[in-house]
Protein backbone atom coordinates (compact mmCIF):
# COMPACT_ATOMS: atom_id res chain seq x y z
CA UNK A 1 0.00 0.00 0.00
CA UNK A 2 3.00 2.50 0.93
CA UNK A 3 4.34 1.66 -2.50
CA UNK A 4 1.20 2.04 -4.17
CA UNK A 5 1.25 5.54 -2.32
CA UNK A 6 4.76 6.85 -3.65
CA UNK A 7 3.60 5.64 -6.73
CA UNK A 8 0.56 8.46 -6.93
CA UNK A 9 2.78 11.22 -4.93
CA UNK A 10 5.65 10.50 -7.72
CA UNK A 11 3.48 10.91 -10.61
CA UNK A 12 1.34 13.98 -9.31
CA UNK A 13 4.46 15.82 -7.92
CA UNK A 14 5.50 14.84 -11.99
CA UNK A 15 2.34 16.28 -13.72
CA UNK A 16 2.63 19.38 -11.84
CA UNK A 17 5.97 20.27 -13.10
CA UNK A 18 6.00 23.16 -15.06
CA UNK A 19 6.80 22.69 -18.40
CA UNK A 20 10.06 23.91 -19.97
CA UNK A 21 9.96 26.70 -22.34
CA UNK A 22 13.19 25.53 -24.39
CA UNK A 23 13.01 29.68 -25.92
CA UNK A 24 13.08 31.22 -22.45
CA UNK A 25 15.60 28.58 -20.89
CA UNK A 26 17.87 29.73 -24.34
CA UNK A 27 17.62 33.14 -23.82
CA UNK A 28 18.43 32.86 -20.33
CA UNK A 29 21.16 31.19 -21.54
CA UNK A 30 22.30 33.67 -23.69
CA UNK A 31 22.08 36.63 -20.80
CA UNK A 32 24.10 34.64 -18.91
CA UNK A 33 26.37 34.43 -21.81
CA UNK A 34 26.54 37.95 -22.01
CA UNK A 35 26.95 38.55 -18.59
CA UNK A 36 29.95 36.60 -18.20
CA UNK A 37 31.65 38.48 -21.26
CA UNK A 38 30.57 41.83 -19.96
CA UNK A 39 32.17 40.31 -16.61
CA UNK A 40 35.12 39.43 -18.29
CA UNK A 41 35.55 42.49 -20.09
CA UNK A 42 35.54 44.34 -16.86
CA UNK A 43 37.98 42.56 -14.87
CA UNK A 44 40.55 43.32 -17.69
CA UNK A 45 39.67 47.02 -17.49
CA UNK A 46 40.48 47.33 -13.76
CA UNK A 47 44.00 45.51 -14.76
CA UNK A 48 45.34 47.88 -16.86
CA UNK A 49 46.11 51.66 -16.09
CA UNK A 50 43.41 53.66 -15.41
CA UNK A 51 43.04 56.95 -17.60
CA UNK A 52 43.82 60.79 -16.36
CA UNK A 53 40.77 62.88 -16.01
CA UNK A 54 41.79 64.27 -19.19
CA UNK A 55 42.80 62.00 -21.47
CA UNK A 56 43.91 62.39 -24.50
CA UNK A 57 42.27 61.02 -28.03
CA UNK A 58 45.52 58.97 -28.28
CA UNK A 59 45.38 57.97 -25.10
CA UNK A 60 41.56 56.77 -25.43
CA UNK A 61 42.85 54.75 -28.55
CA UNK A 62 45.24 53.21 -26.65
CA UNK A 63 43.13 52.23 -23.87
CA UNK A 64 41.10 50.45 -26.10
CA UNK A 65 43.39 49.00 -27.77
CA UNK A 66 45.38 47.43 -24.76
CA UNK A 67 41.64 46.11 -24.24
CA UNK A 68 41.19 44.88 -27.24
CA UNK A 69 44.25 42.61 -27.24
CA UNK A 70 43.30 41.71 -23.29
CA UNK A 71 40.07 40.27 -24.18
CA UNK A 72 41.38 38.55 -27.72
CA UNK A 73 43.60 36.89 -25.33
CA UNK A 74 41.07 35.88 -22.77
CA UNK A 75 38.64 34.50 -25.54
CA UNK A 76 41.94 32.75 -27.93
CA UNK A 77 39.94 30.04 -28.33
CA UNK A 78 36.34 31.63 -28.82
CA UNK A 79 34.57 30.25 -31.58
CA UNK A 80 30.85 30.33 -33.49
CA UNK A 81 28.11 29.90 -31.02
CA UNK A 82 30.46 30.53 -27.92
CA UNK A 83 28.18 33.60 -27.20
CA UNK A 84 24.86 33.45 -29.03
CA UNK A 85 23.28 29.40 -28.73
CA UNK A 86 21.46 27.72 -31.44
CA UNK A 87 18.37 28.35 -30.23
CA UNK A 88 18.75 32.16 -30.13
CA UNK A 89 20.71 32.36 -33.65
CA UNK A 90 17.84 30.82 -34.88
CA UNK A 91 15.41 33.09 -33.07
CA UNK A 92 17.05 35.87 -34.77
CA UNK A 93 17.00 34.15 -38.21
CA UNK A 94 13.34 33.99 -37.87
CA UNK A 95 12.80 37.40 -36.51
CA UNK A 96 15.29 39.51 -39.11
CA UNK A 97 13.54 37.36 -42.04
CA UNK A 98 10.19 37.86 -41.20
CA UNK A 99 10.97 41.87 -40.39
CA UNK A 100 12.25 41.67 -44.39
CA UNK A 101 9.11 39.98 -45.73
CA UNK A 102 6.95 43.07 -44.22
CA UNK A 103 9.07 45.66 -45.31
CA UNK A 104 8.89 46.96 -48.81
CA UNK A 105 11.60 46.88 -51.79
CA UNK A 106 12.36 50.40 -51.01
CA UNK A 107 12.18 49.99 -47.50
CA UNK A 108 14.54 46.96 -47.51
CA UNK A 109 16.80 48.30 -49.79
CA UNK A 110 17.40 51.32 -47.47
CA UNK A 111 17.64 49.26 -44.15
CA UNK A 112 20.33 47.74 -46.26
CA UNK A 113 22.22 50.18 -48.14
CA UNK A 114 25.37 50.43 -46.05
CA UNK A 115 25.84 46.98 -45.22
CA UNK A 116 29.17 45.59 -46.36
CA UNK A 117 30.32 42.51 -48.33
CA UNK A 118 33.24 40.83 -47.72
CA UNK A 119 34.49 38.05 -45.26
CA UNK A 120 32.55 37.54 -42.07
CA UNK A 121 34.93 39.23 -40.01
CA UNK A 122 36.66 36.46 -37.56
CA UNK A 123 35.36 36.14 -33.92
CA UNK A 124 37.84 37.57 -31.35
CA UNK A 125 39.08 39.83 -33.94
CA UNK A 126 38.40 43.20 -34.90
CA UNK A 127 36.21 44.87 -37.13
CA UNK A 128 37.33 45.68 -40.27
CA UNK A 129 38.42 49.50 -39.89
CA UNK A 130 37.23 50.15 -43.43
CA UNK A 131 33.91 48.23 -43.48
CA UNK A 132 30.42 50.09 -43.23
CA UNK A 133 28.94 49.84 -39.74
CA UNK A 134 24.95 49.91 -40.00
CA UNK A 135 22.85 49.95 -37.63
CA UNK A 136 19.84 47.52 -37.38
CA UNK A 137 16.94 49.57 -37.99
CA UNK A 138 15.04 50.17 -34.54
CA UNK A 139 12.08 48.48 -34.94
CA UNK A 140 13.75 45.75 -35.77
CA UNK A 141 16.37 45.83 -33.05
CA UNK A 142 13.57 45.86 -30.90
CA UNK A 143 12.57 42.88 -31.43
CA UNK A 144 15.89 41.15 -31.40
CA UNK A 145 17.05 39.58 -27.70
CA UNK A 146 18.48 42.82 -25.75
CA UNK A 147 21.94 43.59 -25.09
CA UNK A 148 24.48 44.85 -22.29
CA UNK A 149 25.45 48.17 -23.17
CA UNK A 150 28.40 48.59 -25.59
CA UNK A 151 27.49 44.92 -27.07
CA UNK A 152 26.24 45.93 -30.74
CA UNK A 153 24.26 43.65 -33.57
CA UNK A 154 25.75 44.89 -36.63
CA UNK A 155 24.88 43.53 -40.25
CA UNK A 156 27.79 42.40 -42.41
CA UNK A 157 27.03 40.90 -45.54
CA UNK A 158 23.91 38.33 -44.81
CA UNK A 159 25.01 37.63 -41.37
CA UNK A 160 24.70 39.60 -38.23
CA UNK A 161 27.96 40.11 -36.35
CA UNK A 162 27.78 40.66 -32.35
CA UNK A 163 30.06 43.70 -31.73
CA UNK A 164 31.94 44.91 -28.58
CA UNK A 165 31.32 49.24 -29.50
CA UNK A 166 34.16 49.92 -27.37
CA UNK A 167 36.94 47.80 -28.51
CA UNK A 168 35.26 46.98 -32.05
CA UNK A 169 36.08 43.11 -30.94
CA UNK A 170 33.76 40.74 -32.92
CA UNK A 171 32.41 38.58 -30.04
CA UNK A 172 30.02 35.81 -31.95
CA UNK A 173 28.31 36.04 -34.83
CA UNK A 174 24.88 35.04 -36.67
CA UNK A 175 25.53 33.34 -39.96
CA UNK A 176 22.97 33.65 -43.15
CA UNK A 177 20.13 36.16 -40.93
CA UNK A 178 19.41 38.45 -44.62
CA UNK A 179 18.00 36.65 -48.01
CA UNK A 180 20.78 36.30 -50.57
CA UNK A 181 21.45 39.32 -52.54
CA UNK A 182 19.25 38.87 -55.75
CA UNK A 183 16.08 38.54 -52.86
CA UNK A 184 16.98 40.98 -50.65
CA UNK A 185 17.21 44.11 -53.67
CA UNK A 186 20.95 45.09 -52.57
Known amino acids: MTHLLAVLVVAVVTSQAAPVNTQAAAQKD ?11 RASLAKKLEP ?16 LAAAIRTARANAKPGDMIPTAVQQQIRQVVQADMKRRTPAAKQAALEEVPDG ?15 PTVPPLLLASLPPLPDNLQYR ?32
Not at 51 to 66: C, F, G, I, M, V
Not at 160 to 185: A, F, H, M, Q
Request: proline residues 7%.
Open 155 to 186: FFGRHIVLLDGDTEVVVDYVRNVLPPVKESTR
Open 30 to 40: FQERLQGYIDL
Open 51 to 66: LSPTASAADLQARQQA
Open 119 to 133: ALPAINKTYPEQAAL
